[in-house]
Nanobody, 115 residues
Framework: QVQLVESGGGLVQPGGSLRLSCAASGFTFRPNPMSWYRQAPGKERELVASITGPGVVTNYADSVKGRFTISRDNAKNTMYLQMNSLEPEDTAVYYC????????WGQGTQVTVSS
């Protein structure tokens, strides 16, 4: 079955960095566009970044442009989100997502930016 497993979240000070990973299994990873979403307390889930199957085209929410970088390693069936210059407003649960018959989600990983 389709599985998406996020890791790499944690507590970081403002200005710090984290790298999230999403390990995918149960479907053909290479051609599938992949995305990162996040959901902060009391807010709707929002798209953070997306990447095409070959990894050539990427898109970012305006709030993270220039600070976050999405990438993927198709040989490892893994997607990444490098997050730099983190701000308290980036605090949220971050989810890996793709479309396989329907929208699929991982369990999420908590990112907390606080001093």
């Amino acid at each position: 079955q389709v599985q998406l497993v996020e890791s790499g979240g944690g507590l970081v000070q403002p200005g710090g960095s984290l790298r999230l990973s999403c390990a995918a299994s149960g479907f053909t990873f290479r051609p599938n566009p992949m995305s990162w979403y996040r959901q902060a307390p009391g807010k709707e889930r929002e798209l953070v970044a997306s990447i095409t199957g070959p990894g050539v085209v990427t898109n970012y929410a305006d709030s993270v442009k220039g600070r976050f970088t999405i990438s993927r390693d198709n040989a490892k069936n893994t997607m990444y989100l490098q997050m730099n210059s983190l701000e308290p407003e980036d605090t949220a649960v971050y989810y890996c997502s793709t479309w396989v018959g329907r929208r699929r989600w991982g369990q999420g990983t908590q990112v907390t930016v606080s001093s």
